[in-house]
Structure formats: structure tokens, C-alpha cells
């Protein structure tokens, strides 16, 4: 069997978990990254006997700011070739800005932001050298919505991160590395619950969400097309698109009935 390996951060549920079965049945290694070791441990043994493929885990917290270092080192010395990286992991914050602290504020940008950059850096180099690789950045359709009055952080960590995917794209393409940023919207995982705002998600109309299943696939499909922006399913293709050219003054009349709660004042 052989050492290259799809790395997938926060890859032991949601989105991520997905992502990885996606990638194992094309016949790609795993290599899970995630906080719960029993949680890993219980993937990696499923995604093993599912798709006969290697899958192997590193326990880590991305808010540890050494962290990232860990991962590559840790993969490096187990001989590991990534050739695909996957930044998913992620999380929400719950509480007004005024009131959360600014550890809690640091960690989530470290984790939403900084760790990717950072991750990327590291492993692109090995890229070069390959001269092949596959970035995706599981960002989010928050980066095209207007600010929301919770959450103040997330779109404009994950309008950064569109942008940074993209500059990977335009720098390192020509190497044969591309970078895909994935925006789904409101997808049915862990997330909302372990964000605290389950409330906000269930009253989210039922067009609007989709299964984790179908936002990985859309998304691997994107990354191996080289695709430098994927926005899955066409209710939010189209949604981005009224997004970018409807006046913004309409738009902020729709957006308690689009997604009720997330603009509420809190």
C-alpha cells in the first residue's frame, strides 16, 4: 500500500468525516485530524474496513498555536506523502462579541484562520517538490452574506479565507497545486449543536439544508475539476448569486426570512 495520503482537519464528523469516506472510495490513505481521540480512533476503523485504505489519525487541538507544527512533524516522521490537504476544521461562536474574551476570540481565528495558513504553508512546500497537490478550504456562503449580529467573526474569517484559497490558486497552479475554497450553507452535522446555535438552525427553513454527504462530494468533485470556488447545490449557487447583485439595502430586509436568528441582536 502506498504513503500518500489525504490529511482532513476536524475530519471525524460533519463535513470533514465526509469528505474523508469520499476520498477512501477513490482509493486515497487517510490521515484524520481532530481533537477526540476516541472518536478518531472509531473513524479511522470504519473508513478502514469500508474501503480497504490505510486511515491513521492525529489527535491535536488547532488552538494550540503549536499544533500545526506537530501535525506536520508527526506525518512527516510516520512517512507519510500528503497529497491532499484538506482545512475543515471549524466552529462558531455563540456568544456577543462585547461578552466572549479574547482568548476565546484568538483560538477561533487560530483555528478558523491562522492553522490553515499555516498548515498550508507547511505542506505546499512538499507539494512543490511533488510537483502535484490539491488543496480545499471548506469555507462557508457566510462569506458572501451580509454581517450578522452573532458570530460577528465567522463571515469575515471565511471572506478571508476565499480570498487566501484563491491567491494559492492564481500563485501555485502552474506547479500543478490548485487550491478549491468550498462554501456550503447550511449543512445538517454537529456543528450548529456544538456551537450553540441549534436553535438558529432549526428554524432555518428545510430547503435550505443539505446533508454532509452531499456537500463532500460536491466539494471533492470541485478540488479534483481544479475548481478555484465551489458553492454546493444550486439553492446556494443561485443564493450567492442574487447575493452578489441585489442591492444590499433589499437584501437586509430578506435576512430574518432567509435565516432566522443569526441577525437578531443578542
Known amino acids: 500500500m502506498t504513503n500518500n495520503y489525504a490529511l482532513i482537519t476536524g475530519g471525524s464528523s460533519g463535513i470533514g468525516y465526509e469528505i474523508a469516506k469520499n476520498l477512501a472510495g477513490r482509493g486515497y490513505n487517510i490521515l484524520l485530524i481532530s481533537r477526540n481521540e476516541k472518536n478518531l480512533q472509531d473513524c479511522c476503523h470504519k473508513i478502514a474496513d469500508e474501503f480497504n485504505v490505510s ?128 462554501c456550503p450553507g447550511f449543512t445538517v452535522t454537529n456543528f450548529h449543536t456544538a456551537s450553540n446555535v441549534q436553535e438558529m438552525m432549526d428554524a432555518v427553513p428545510s430547503f435550505m439544508k443539505f446533508s454532509a454527504e452531499r456537500i463532500a462530494k460536491e466539494g471533492v468533485e470541485a478540488m479534483f475539476k481544479g475548481k478555484s470556488l465551489c458553492v454546493p447545490t444550486k439553492t446556494y449557487r443561485f443564493l450567492v448569486f442574487l447575493l452578489r447583485v441585489t442591492p444590499y439595502s433589499f437584501i437586509r430586509l430578506l435576512e430574518n426570512v432567509l435565516a432566522p436568528g443569526r441577525y437578531e441582536q443578542k
Not at 491532499?84 to 481565528?109: K, M, Q, R, W
Not at 463571515?155 to 478571508?160: A, D, L, S, V, Y
Open 55 to 182: 486511515a491513521d489519525y492525529i489527535s491535536s487541538d488547532l488552538a494550540n498555536k503549536d499544533s500545526v507544527t506537530y501535525i506536520y512533524e508527526t506525518s512527516k516522521q510516520r512517512g507519510y506523502s500528503i497529497e491532499i490537504l484538506v482545512n475543515n476544521a471549524g466552529y462558531g461562536i455563540a456568544t456577543p462579541f462585547h461578552v466572549t474574551s479574547i482568548e476565546d476570540e484568538e483560538n477561533f481565528i487560530r483555528v478558523l484562520g491562522t492553522s490553515v495558513i499555516t498548515l498550508t504553508k507547511l505542506f505546499v512546500k512538499d507539494m512543490i517538490k511533488q510537483k502535484s497537490g490539491k488543496i480545499m478550504i471548506v469555507s462557508s456562503v457566510a462569506a458572501f452574506a451580509p454581517p450578522s449580529a452573532i458570530q460577528v467573526l465567522y463571515g469575515p474569517i471565511k471572506t478571508f479565507m476565499n480570498r487566501f484559497s484563491d491567491a494559492m490558486n492564481s500563485s501555485y497552479n502552474r506547479l500543478g497545486i490548485t487550491s478549491t475554497a468550498v
